[in-house]
Each structure stands twice: as C-alpha cells, then as structure tokens.
C-alpha cells in the first residue's frame, strides 16, 4: 500500500510539474528531464508512468479537464435543472446566464488553480494538438452547448445556430478575459492583484454585462 501511495505522489508530483513547466515554454521546449527535476523524480519514472513526454502531457490536459469538470459540471447540471423547470423565456434564461457567469467568475478570476492551467489552455486554444479534444469533449462542449440552449430560449433564436453559439462564447470571453488578460487589467488597474473591491464591482458588472446579450440586436443578418 505503501509503495502504491508512493507511487501516485510520484505521478501527481510529475503531473503538477508537467502543468507548469509545459504551460511555461510549450511543449517541444520541455525536456523530461526538466520536469523529473521539478518534480523531485527520477527521470525514468515519466516513461515508467506514462509511456513518455506525449503520454505525461496528455495526462497533465485531462487532470485539468477533470479538476475543471469538477467546478464545471455540478454547476452545469444545477443550471440545466433550473432552465429545464421553469417556462423558457426571458426572465429563466436571465437568471440561468447570471448564475453561469456568478460561477465562472468563483472558479476563474477567485481561484488560484486556473492560474496554473491559463497557459496550457490558452496555448491549445491558439495551435491545438489532440490533447484539445480532450478539453473540448470532457467540459467545453456541453457547457458551451448548454449556454447557447439558455440564450436560444431567451432571444427567440435557434440553438444550434451560429448567432447562439456566438452570443455564448462571448459571454463565457467576457469572464475569461480577466484571467487571460489578467496582466492588462492589473496595469490599468495599478495592483498586483484583484482587491475585494474589484471582485465586488466584477459581481455587479459580469453578470449584468452578460444578461445584456439577451438584448443585443444584431442587424443586417438573414432572419
């Protein structure tokens, strides 16, 4: 039992280490040996553990999916039940889209953990590998699709069209962009990091901001 505890340190020490240091130079960058060192581990343990430098990087992209899914999907599942049961229209989908964006807010600007994933995830957005689909498939595709569903019923426009899907990721970007360009509104703000009040103003703004594209009018495009 022992050895086996020891042994799953071992693969979430190289995990964590992978997380870092892959989201700091990139893939090809990253010699396994850089990370056994971080990790405290004997380099042969990332061969012995995941088959390799592929094999421990994809294991690194589904701990983050997971520990998102963690957040992601409970809240997910309670916004789903809250739309399901009540009238589509307006006034649920307000509601639904406040409460999405109250808890991307707990999990992305509030949290320490996103702040060490931001770099992988931000870095499969811009050259995805097939490690992406793993992110995509395990927590962004039904979240994503959810929102799109909540906003559709809201508006009067189809789901699964490409109006909804937009109106979707801009809400979600509208949350995200505080953690991707966190550094910019740090400047501007002139902290080093989010005060209680930015957080309380961020409270008031996002949730509001977002409910807002219920009302957006989109012209000159085909009904």
């Known amino acids: 039992m022992k050895e086996k505890n020891k042994g ?10 992978g997380i870092e240091l892959f989201g700091e130079h990139g893939f090809t960058a990253t010699g ?18 995941f088959g390799g430098k592929e094999g421990l990087y994809r294991a690194a992209v589904v701990h983050i999916a997971e520990s998102i899914g963690g957040y992601i999907n409970p809240l997910a599942a309670e916004i789903r039940k809250e739309f399901e049961k009540s009238a589509a229209g307006r006034e649920v989908a307000a ?24 770099l992988i995830i931000l870095r499969e957005q811009a050259k995805p590998t097939a490690a992406f689909d793993i992110l995509y498939e395990s927590v962004m595709k039904e979240a994503h699709g959810l929102l799109s569903r909540i906003i559709a019923a809201g508006t009067g426009i189809e789901p699964d069209s490409a109006e909804a899907h937009l109106r979707a ?20 703000l002139g902290t080093d990091d989010y005060t209680e009040e930015h957080l309380r103003l961020l409270d008031m703004l996002l949730p509001a901001m977002a409910v807002s594209t219920l009302d957006a009018e989109i012209y000159g495009t085909e009904p």
């Open 8 to 17: 799953e340190r071992t693969k979430l020490s190289l995990i964590e280490a």
């Open 32 to 49: 396994t040996r850089m990370i056994a060192e971080k990790a405290g581990a004997n380099i042969s343990a990332i061969q012995y553990y």
């Open 95 to 118: 509601v639904c889209i406040k409460k999405a964006v109250t808890g991307l807010m707990n999990m992305m600007i509030k949290s320490e953990g996103p702040r060490r994933w931001s």
């Open 169 to 188: 990721h801009a809400v979600i970007g509208s949350v995200l962009v505080f953690l991707s360009a966190r550094e910019t509104a740090l400047r501007r």
